[in-house]
């Protein structure tokens, strides 16, 4: 199993908010450093999993800055700068650089769905737009557009696109897309369920939701496959994927934000159009991170 830059489990953070629905950035520093000793070698902040479609700029930058302070030089902390207008990417993307970031992420453009060209000459003027290395996010469940492995591989021979979350469901394109990928561009799953399946055809590890509850078993399945020990790595696949259905059960991040308060966080809820859990999606996850909670993985204030 490839190292990867970012190491192999990159949370894809929640934002925690207050009742009023404002971000609760204290919450958010607390969160960072309690993922960082649970598991996570990087974070993406502001993506989707962080409600990024729902937060404003300012909020964006202020998040970027909260999380640098808090776990800056120990963790990797990779901002979400892609939208579907290239320009605004751009500008956004070096008013985060300023921001003190590692890296920053782009999702392939959505709603406008333009060709592949296009999606190689959006990617390229983020890339160019400061000195920060850059992961392409690739979710065409989401955005409507899938980024193909051709388009992948021209993209990966710019010095400053350096990996790729690729969500696309199919093993079959991230298999493509790491066999053709050259020294020094990192291939990730961004999907739990396949990490294992990805890290076996040539991923380096996953941006992961599931991290936030069980990020310690999540790296300790990883190393285990890194170590040749595919029985431990498979077991631990196997007692993951209760949780891996939970925490999917609705649109994410709903059910992970419910699973973050029971553990002890002001995770607060979604913003508007994500909505509360019903009564029995709750009960049907409080079954799913009951062995967390019996355990003791609660935070303490």
Request: with cysteine; charged share 20%.
């Amino acid at each position: 199993m490839k190292q990867g830059r970012f190491g192999p489990v990159v949370t894809a953070m929640i934002t925690p908010l207050h009742a009023d629905g404002r971000v609760n950035e204290s919450e958010t520093a607390r969160l960072a450093n309690w993922l960082g000793e649970h598991g996570s070698s990087a974070l993406v902040v502001a993506g989707t999993t962080g409600e990024g479609p729902t937060l404003d700029d300012a909020e964006k930058l202020s998040l970027f800055r909260t999380v640098v302070s808090a776990v800056g030089g120990k963790l990797s902390v990779i901002a979400n700068a892609g939208s579907n207008d290239t320009k605004r990417s751009v500008e956004f993307a070096k008013k985060a650089a300023a921001c003190g970031v590692d890296a920053l992420m782009a999702v392939g453009p959505y709603y406008n769905k333009p060709p592949q060209r296009g999606l190689v000459a959006h990617f390229t003027a983020i890339a160019d737009a400061t000195e920060l290395g850059v992961m392409i996010y690739n979710i065409p469940g989401r955005t409507g557009v899938n980024i193909l492995p051709d388009t992948i591989a021209t993209l990966a021979a710019h010095p400053k696109i350096v990996a790729v979350k690729e969500s696309s469901g199919d093993v079959n394109q991230l298999a493509q897309v790491a066999a053709r990928a050259p020294s020094g561009f990192d291939v990730y799953s961004g999907d739990d369920y396949l990490a294992l399946p990805s890290v076996a055809l040539g991923a380096c590890g996953v941006v992961s939701v599931v991290s936030h509850v069980a990020g310690l078993e999540i790296a300790a399945m990883l190393e285990a496959f890194r170590a040749g020990d595919d029985d431990k790595a498979t077991a631990l696949h196997r007692s993951l994927m209760p949780l891996f259905a939970a925490l999917f059960a609705v649109t994410s991040p709903i059910p992970v934000k419910a699973a973050m308060r029971a553990l002890g966080f002001a995770a607060g809820e979604c913003r508007l159009p994500l909505v509360a859990l019903t009564a029995e999606e709750e009960r049907v996850l409080r079954a799913a991170i009951a062995p967390w909670l019996r355990a003791g993985v609660v935070a303490s204030a």
